[in-house]
């Protein structure tokens, strides 16, 4: 039973019709010159239909150089606020609110995006992660800042918005001034508390102003930065007593900044433990006077309502779940929990796609940003679809399909779903990549498609089906490079080590394969081996990581004691070990009670040519084509079914 989740609550004189919130999350759907899209629109409106209490659209850039993002909206200019009234008229449609974020974002950012000046910042302090060296900015330049908050909050307003939020954590620029660990000014706007407060209390006082007393307005910060000399729990303490005192209608819990460590990161990975925000959020409650909003970690809805039930917190930010589901508050109210989509925290989508200078989306939810192409409204011509393969790809085909109408058949050979995603799952920290392939499964037996494990697909079978479409998903294989004794009794393959179908010998272990495969199975193997050595034919480990995700898994690696060898080129097998070529030629030898095999995957497709014979629509999707990742199989198999 929810107990609090769907009850409303007020943010100022505007009441939001449950505890569930969308935070702010960069998305790169808008025009450079900051003009809102059909697609971010769009974007939004699938939240808006999906039961959310309230969003906070992305943080919008203050002047045309505020932007960390290429694409992101902005409200600098009269011209924007139509596109915004058009977004917030379509919100509104909804039972919804939605407030704006804006920001401006300080010295993260670089010349590429924010065109071609130079970062400002309140110190000449560069983002290990932006790299550009940032310029420290005048007295006056810190007023002009100040003013463009204001005349940005009047068209906020003016657009429809039903409140607005203060960008001032993250490490974007309020929140380096706030931040001993980048503002290092000796002026007014440095030093002591009421000094590095100083441009938060004229940007708040500008934007009243600009709004008015009854507008709400609330703040979002950092609790922690993690970083020596940062901001602690301490600082925002006194700090939030402070902004109850200017009166903000909304207090913001969240982490981090750039420079923090991983798994405290503004957008916490799969090793990040849940709601590690809830306990400080509980405390900052507990010293002001208005509502208090939690982040970071949180996709579970009987978690948040755990978390609003123990006084943790008012409302519950859950920016990723609403990625990975639009839909959840409307599952959850119904009781649908195996139903919703959980973010699992990978970062491949709504991460990868930004460091890259793309759009965001989402592994579990390829329709993320691609809400505008199709409705998904039922087809007029259902067709007879066979899916072989019951993988990721071929589930979320299968899904696809269904939900559209077609007649679908999930034929797998094996007895368990979710082919290389189920031994995905094993290593630590990885264990919510089952609640993808659980969910999957779970709406195709609501929706009645047929699952036919331990059912391989022959061309006979092919032949008496007579499908109108196929869809072949069948995956990849563990790739066995010619070694000699790789055939070995010692030997076995990381997949089934992973999935318990094979145990390690006492002794020493050597992995062969530091892709993220073996660095993963070396890992997992830590809990119950003590000698443990990887070895990679190329200058690194982990190369087909996504970064953040390989940062603290290396990290992972050093603290368990896994000696790591690169450039070394496994030459044979024997019954005592493993010998390699070094980097200058040299054999080498590595003792081995069991040797684990993890050179990585090859494509495995043997039905196409058949499936070909008896159905004139035939694709291909997944691993099946490239062995590659997870997120590239999952949109394969989403577009596969829209294509049929």
């Known amino acids: 039973m929810l107990k609090k989740l769907f009850t409303p609550a007020k943010i100022g004189n505007c009441e939001i019709p449950n505890r569930l919130i969308v935070p702010a999350m960069v998305m790169n759907l808008c025009t450079e010159d900051g003009m809102i899209t059909e697609r971010y629109i769009k974007y939004i409106e699938e939240k808006a239909k999906g039961g959310w209490g309230m969003v906070i659209t992305e943080d919008y850039a203050v002047n045309v150089n505020a932007k960390g993002y290429q694409f992101i909206p902005g409200l600098y200019e009269d011209e924007q606020i139509e596109g915004n009234r058009r977004l917030t008229e379509t919100v509104h449609k909804y039972d919804t609110k939605i407030f704006c974020q804006m920001y401006h974002p300080g010295r993260q950012s670089k010349h590429a995006v924010n065109g071609n000046v130079q970062p400002l910042a309140p110190s000449a302090i560069k983002d290990p992660f932006c790299m550009d060296l940032p310029r420290e900015m005048t007295v006056e330049e810190i007023r002009q800042i100040v003013k463009d908050f204001g005349s940005t909050a009047r068209r906020v307003k003016e657009s429809g918005f039903d409140g607005l939020e203060i960008h001032a954590a993250h490490g974007y620029l309020i929140s380096s001034f706030l931040s001993p660990f980048t503002n290092k000014r000796v002026d007014e706007y440095g030093g002591c508390f009421e000094n590095r407060t100083r441009i938060l209390d004229e940007i708040y006082a500008c934007i009243r102003e600009n709004v008015g007393a009854d507008f709400p307005v609330q703040v979002r910060i950092s609790a922690n930065e993690y970083l020596l000399g940062g901001r602690t729990e301490a600082d925002t303490y006194e700090l939030v007593r402070h902004l109850d005192e200017l009166g903000v209608d909304a207090i913001h819990i969240s982490n981090g900044m750039y420079a923090s460590p991983v798994i405290r990161q503004i957008i916490a990975p799969m090793y990040t433990e849940h709601a590690f925000n809830m306990d400080t959020a509980e405390q900052v409650r507990k010293l002001v006077s208005c509502p208090v909003i939690v982040t970071n970690r949180i996709n579970d809805p009987k978690m948040a309502d755990t978390i609003l039930e123990m006084g943790k917190a008012d409302f519950i930010g859950m920016g990723r779940g609403s990625l990975a589901d639009p839909h959840l508050p409307e599952k959850a109210r119904k009781g649908a929990f195996e139903n919703i989509r959980y973010c699992i925290g990978c970062l491949q989508g709504c991460e990868a796609g930004l460091l890259a200078g793309t759009c965001a989306t989402c592994l579990v939810n390829p329709r993320v940003g691609r809400e505008y192409e199709n409705p998904m409204e039922k087809t007029d011509s259902p067709k007879k679809v066979m899916v072989i393969g019951g993988g990721p790809a071929g589930l979320m085909a299968a899904e696809t399909a269904a939900r ?241």
């Open 404 to 644: 559209i109408g077609h007649r679908v058949t999930v034929y797998e050979a094996k007895n368990t779903l979710g082919g290389q995603f189920k031994s995905a799952a094993f290593p630590p920290g990885k264990g919510e990549l089952s609640t993808f392939v659980s969910s999957l499964r779970k709406n195709l037996a609501d929706m009645g498609v047929p699952v036919k494990l331990e059912t391989p697909v022959t061309e006979e079978l092919l032949a008496s089906e007579t499908p109108d479409a196929v869809i072949v998903a069948t995956g990849a294989k563990p790739l066995v490079p010619p070694i000699k004794g790789l055939d070995g009794e010692n030997v076995v393959s990381a997949e089934d080590v992973l999935l318990g179908n094979a145990d390690v010998r006492p002794g020493p272990v050597v992995v062969c394969g530091g892709g993220e495969v073996g660095g993963e199975t070396a890992h997992f193997l830590t809990q119950t081996c003590q000698d443990i050595t990887l070895i990679e034919m190329r200058d690194d480990i982990l190369v087909d990581m996504f970064p953040l995700m390989k940062m603290q898994l290396m990290q992972y690696i050093r603290e368990a004691g896994i000696k790591v060898l690169t450039g070394a080129r496994v030459a044979s097998v024997d019954e005592n070990g493993v010998f390699y070529t070094d980097q200058e030629g040299n054999t080498q030898f590595v003792p081995a009670a069991t040797v684990v095999s993890a050179f990585g995957y090859k494509a495995y497709n043997p039905l196409e040519e058949a499936a070909r014979k008896y159905c004139g629509n035939v694709q291909v999707i997944g691993c099946a084509v490239k062995a590659g990742n997870a997120l590239t199989a999952v949109r394969e198999g989403y577009e596969a079914a829209l294509a049929i």
